[in-house]
């Protein structure tokens, strides 16, 4: 069923096609209307799930780890000061081999306080072990949702999801968008029957000690799985669109691509600018082309290098910096091309921090600026967007 | 005398409690700058939410602390400048949910900060949702079919973590947020202030509350238990008369005195005839 709807009211009742048997969220901007009208379907009997509007989001996501051992498929939501309060749970949660799905709203971290969209919270927690996937709009946000429990719960993974989606930009927009069909979900979705939980008639101990000589093997089985999560990603994606009918790539998805001479990376919002963008210059006979990441982590190295292996300069735009060095999506793309065949220049952007719109004129001149480099004119590969020198 | 107003536009509601406390603290500090208090010396620090911007209204040095930490900034910075006066202006959410662990510890460590709770008893920045002094059943945005969760008392949380003093002023009382405000800056140790601070948006209380509340009078606040008794006599939920002003005061060495740089347990002279009988073996 098409609705016009608000973002995060699409997004709840995606998860409550999901049927978790526990959610526990604490309020922030701009999560705040996910978890909100998640409680409303509760009291109006719409969702059969035990609600914890708890203290903190350390207590959120703690209290799921709980529920999460002794077999209930869980659902949490933040963004920002709450993910980063979130921290030791992250680690704690993926490190368990928990299948945790949170959605976050992306929104910059202060100082300085601000509230509105960038990446660098969900991105600063790259490593922490869940696995990070990114929407382009409402529509993309909803239909990962299902498909993130999928691969979160499949028993050759067992690793949490994050679902992210860019703050206000699309958690706060009313846009047309199919809504989940609960029979589509439940015959996409099975119960989750974990063969590993707290059981008193089978005693175990979840979260144990593990000394210097069985820690890196434990790692390493998480990494591994990170890594296999890369076919169940693409799995998750062509299952989806078997019975739904939509797609949107697997672990990443391309547009404009096949004769790109400029081929611009990026994930998130700003792809549905981009699209159009690369429309309007296709038709000066620009040669610019697209390549969307939906999953940040696993990152999708091998997809990347077929992507771009006949393009001649990159342009990566992103959210976030790595103060110290480059930023992320820049930095793991250009590790993921050192050792292959490919030498195009790589450049960096970024861009949209604290809320700042990127619009088409910024697009427009990040390829300039590219299409340059791709001809030889050396430029600093790496920079901050359009800063207002008078401010520094 | 100097003006604490600040020139930041005011965003609050129409009818907000918050306005009385802006109006409360600028004469409570102004009556004490007339006494000697330099008021370059006074620091705020807010949370995180519609208390906080406090700090933008009132033109003494500020600090913004994130959502819930405003007594370990205020800690931290009493610590390393004793001679400042240290006032935390928090939330009912950011100090009685996310940072709840740090009001315990303050009572329990006395240090000689002030803390004023603007206890609206919602999230109101975040725009309506129920906190841990909500009363059981209220239908706040997250719990729209009414929280199953009984509040706490703030008061008997500090009382029982040791602090040496504690008040509860309402918004709709600005000569007596005054006084306790004054009382509060000038007690040596922590000073906890619980604010009934009226949400004219998400939680508008002033009728229940005006019919309830009444002044302590022939109280004495030097007894503990005296304290504890008038501290239950209202929980935040069940039906009751709620009383307002100081419920207990004691004096008590400060943290700040535990630190031997800031009030030496070794004299110098003592130290140096003890360095100098080292410096004999070398
Ligand atoms: C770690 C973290 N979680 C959540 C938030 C979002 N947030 C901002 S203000 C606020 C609640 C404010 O409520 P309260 O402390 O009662 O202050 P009021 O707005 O009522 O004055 C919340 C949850 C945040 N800033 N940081
Ligand atoms: S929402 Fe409530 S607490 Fe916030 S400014 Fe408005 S009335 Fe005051
Ligand atoms: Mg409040």
């Known amino acids: 069923m098409m609705k016009v709807i608000e973002g995060s009211h699409a997004v709840a009742h995606a998860v409550m096609c999901c049927r978790p048997d526990v959610i526990s969220a604490y309020p922030i901007t701009p999560q705040t209307h996910i978890v909100e009208h998640?409680?409303?379907?509760?009291?109006?009997?719409?969702?059969?799930?035990?609600?914890?509007?708890?203290?903190?989001?350390?207590?959120?996501?703690?209290?799921?780890?709980?529920?999460?051992?002794?077999?209930?498929?869980?659902?949490?939501?933040?963004?920002?000061?709450?993910?980063?309060?979130?921290?030791?749970?992250?680690?704690?949660?993926?490190?368990?081999?928990?299948?945790?799905?949170?959605?976050?709203?992306?929104?910059?971290?202060?100082?300085?306080?601000?509230?509105?969209?960038?990446?660098?919270?969900?991105?600063?927690?790259?490593?922490?072990?869940?696995?990070?996937?990114?929407?382009?709009?409402?529509?993309?946000?909803?239909?990962?949702?299902?498909?993130?429990?999928?691969?979160?719960?499949?028993?050759?993974?067992?690793l949490p999801v994050m679902v992210c989606m860019d703050g206000f930009i699309l958690t706060h927009v009313y846009e047309p968008v199919y809504l989940l069909e609960q029979d589509k979900v439940d015959s996409y979705l099975p119960p989750y029957r974990p063969a590993v939980v707290l059981d008193t008639a089978n005693p175990k101990t979840f979260g144990a000690f593990v000394d210097p000589s069985k820690f890196t093997e434990y790692r390493y089985m998480q990494w591994d799985a990170q890594i296999r999560a890369k076919q169940k990603i693409v799995d998750a994606a062509l299952d989806f669109q078997k019975i739904f009918g939509r797609y949107y790539g697997g672990l990443i998805d391309t547009y404009h691509a096949e004769d790109a001479e400029i081929m611009i990376v990026t994930m998130g919002s700003v792809i549905g600018t981009i699209r159009d963008c690369i429309d309007s210059m296709r038709a000066e006979g620009i040669k610019v082309g697209l390549t969307k990441i939906r999953s940040y982590r696993p990152f999708p190295a091998e997809a990347l290098q077929k992507a771009?292996?006949?393009?001649?300069?990159?342009?990566?735009?992103?959210?976030?910096?790595?103060?110290g060095n480059q930023s992320a999506l820049l930095t793991d793309l250009k590790a993921a091309l050192y050792n292959s065949k490919l030498r195009m220049p790589v450049l960096g952007f970024t861009a949209g921090l604290g809320g700042r719109d990127i619009t088409v004129t910024d697009i427009r001149k990040m390829v300039e600026i590219s299409s340059r480099a791709k001809d030889g004119v050396a430029e600093s590969d790496y920079q901050f967007l359009d800063l207002k020198k008078e401010l520094l | 005398m100097r003006s604490l107003s600040a020139p930041a536009k005011n965003t609050w509601c129409p009818g907000c409690g918050n306005f009385a406390i802006l109006s409360a603290i600028k004469p409570a500090l102004n009556a004490l700058e007339e006494e000697g208090l330099d008021l370059d010396r006074v620091v705020v620090v807010s949370g995180i939410g519609c208390h906080a911007k406090i700090a933008d209204y009132l033109n003494v040095n500020s600090f913004y602390s994130i959502h819930g930490r405003v007594l370990p900034v205020a800690t931290g910075i009493k610590l390393a400048n004793p001679d400042l006066t240290v006032i935390g202006f928090a939330g009912d959410g950011d100090c009685y949910a996310e940072g709840l662990d740090h009001l315990i510890f303050a009572a329990k460590r006395n240090v000689d900060i002030t803390l004023i709770v603007h206890n609206n008893r919602v999230y109101g920045l975040t725009t309506g949702q129920y906190t841990p002094t909500s009363p059981y059943g209220f239908k706040g945005r997250s719990t729209p079919g009414g929280t199953v969760e009984r509040p706490l008392n703030p008061l008997e949380i500090v009382l029982s973590s040791g602090g040496s003093f504690l008040g509860r002023g309402y918004s709709h009382g600005i000569e007596l947020l005054k006084t306790l405000f004054r009382q509060a800056i000038l007690h040596k140790g922590f000073a906890f202030l619980d604010v009934l601070q009226v949400c004219a948006t998400f939680y508008n209380m002033y009728n229940y509350y005006n019919q309830r509340v009444y002044e302590l009078k022939d109280h004495d606040a030097s007894s503990y238990s005296a304290a504890l008794k008038k501290i239950r006599e209202w929980d935040y939920n069940s039906e009751a008369q709620i009383a307002l002003g100081l419920f207990y005061q004691r004096v008590l060495p400060t943290y700040e005195q535990s630190f031997s740089h800031l009030s030496p347990l070794v004299s110098p002279e003592r130290e140096e005839a003890i360095r100098s009988t080292l410096e004999s073996y070398i």
């Open chain 1, 38 to 158: 998640l409680s409303q379907l509760v009291a109006d009997g719409k969702l059969n799930t035990e609600f914890l509007t708890v203290d903190s989001e350390f207590s959120a996501l703690s209290s799921l780890v709980g529920a999460s051992v002794v077999g209930a498929r869980c659902y949490s939501s933040t963004t920002s000061q709450g993910l980063a309060l979130m921290w030791e749970v992250l680690y704690n949660s993926s490190g368990l081999r928990l299948p945790l799905v949170m959605t976050v709203a992306n929104r910059a971290l202060g100082a300085p306080l601000n509230i509105w969209n960038d990446q660098q919270d969900s991105v600063g927690a790259r490593d922490s072990g869940w696995i990070q996937l990114y929407a382009e709009n409402v529509q993309e946000a909803v239909d990962m949702t299902p498909q993130a429990y999928k691969i979160a719960e499949d028993p050759d993974i067992l």
């Open chain 1, 308 to 323: 771009l292996k006949d393009a001649s300069v990159i342009a990566v735009i992103e959210k976030d910096t790595t103060v």
